[in-house]
């Protein structure tokens, strides 16, 4: 734990000393180093509680010096986005974080894997809050040459570009620290999820299995992001750092109060099934609030089928999986359909997902 707990410190020293210049970090090192040794055990939860209330307080501040917002040059209204920046490396990195502002909800993978157990966060953008910002441990995920960060990110209503800042910084092996906020190398592509009125559009056809990461694109062709009319942008609300970061990937640890992401709950199975010619309906009776995850078989290229205001459009392999990626709604009867190439008998599983 006081090991832990010195990474955490120290990466949040170095982040405001990199946003602001009048922060020290070898002199605040040393500071919580011999604060901490004399910390009895039974203090470090109070410290690990005053280390998340040092962050929300001073990130929103910090979020104003040296940063730098992009957007897509590109982006329709309601298509999804992808960023992704490759950093070169060179030193081994020793340990690092990302620090992500944005202004919609997103998914932050690191080297192809998702460093989160939330869906995406945050789950609430509001005219009081329009931007949030969020830190992540990724030292685990770390690659000794080149380390990609992609973000899938999608649009609001009130929002329909959206626009974010991400800071990516740490420590190499010999113990330099490093640090970017500028948004050059960043590029972006449109996703082939598409939010709707009902629900959402996912083209599964330009899937790219070889990069499981970016395989949510619309076209190879990815574009320089723009800056953001107002680089002085910054983040309304600061969540401090992931719960990920701080608890480990044990969901049951995390406090519901301050986890404004989306996260699995439980997951339910039909109670029945009533199939017609043309569709299948299943019941999930008394209820559940979050989507439907549907597997298929058989399917034509290019194939569509409607569940419950998802349209997807089939890639043609054996076995493919159907559901949104960024929203949700109350559901106790699921409807599954199809264009004339439909067969109910295509649907093998289908799971109830309850946020």
Request: charged share 15%; proline share 5%; with cysteine.
């Amino acid at each position: 734990m006081h090991q832990y707990l010195m990474f955490i410190v120290s990466n949040h020293n170095y982040q405001l000393s990199f946003f602001n210049s009048h922060f020290s970090f070898n002199s605040q090192l040393s500071i919580f180093n011999s604060q901490l040794s004399t910390l009895p055990l039974f203090s470090m939860r109070i410290f690990h509680t005053f280390i998340l209330l040092l962050f929300a307080l001073t990130a929103a501040h910090a979020q104003q010096f040296g940063t730098e917002w992009m957007t897509s040059p590109s982006s329709a209204d309601s298509s999804c986005v992808w960023f992704r920046r490759t950093f070169i490396a060179h030193n081994p990195p020793k340990c690092a974080s990302v620090c992500v502002a944005a202004d919609s909800r997103f998914i932050l993978y690191v080297n192809g894997r998702n460093v989160s157990t939330a869906l995406y966060m945050p789950s609430h953008i509001d005219a009081a809050h329009p931007s949030v910002s969020v830190t992540f441990d990724v030292t685990q995920f770390l690659r000794t040459d080149s380390n990609t960060v992609a973000l899938l990110v999608a649009p609001t209503a009130a929002m329909a570009s959206p626009r974010l800042s991400i800071g990516f910084f740490g420590k190499d092996v010999h113990d330099t620290s490093f640090a970017t906020c500028s948004i050059d190398g960043w590029i972006s592509s449109a996703a082939s999820t598409r939010l709707t009125a009902d629900g959402e559009l996912i083209d599964n056809r330009y899937q790219m299995p070889a990069h499981p990461s970016y395989g949510d694109i619309i076209t190879p062709v990815w574009q320089p992001v723009a800056a953001a009319e107002k680089n002085s942008y910054s983040a309304n609300k600061d969540y401090g750092v992931a719960a990920e970061s701080i608890f480990g990937y044990y969901p049951q640890r995390y406090n519901i109060l301050n986890d404004d992401a989306v996260r699995v709950r439980q997951i339910y199975s039909p109670n029945f099934f009533d199939r017609a010619d043309q569709s299948v309906t299943y019941d999930f009776s008394p209820g559940f609030y979050g989507f439907v995850r549907v597997t298929l078989r058989g399917c034509q290229r290019g194939e569509h089928i409607y569940i419950n205001g998802m349209e997807y459009i089939c890639n043609g392999e054996m076995d493919e999986q159907a559901y949104c990626r960024f929203t949700a709604r109350y559901m106790r009867c699921v409807t599954i359909s199809g264009d004339h190439y439909f067969n109910p008998e295509q649907v093998q599983e289908i799971e109830a997902i309850g946020l």
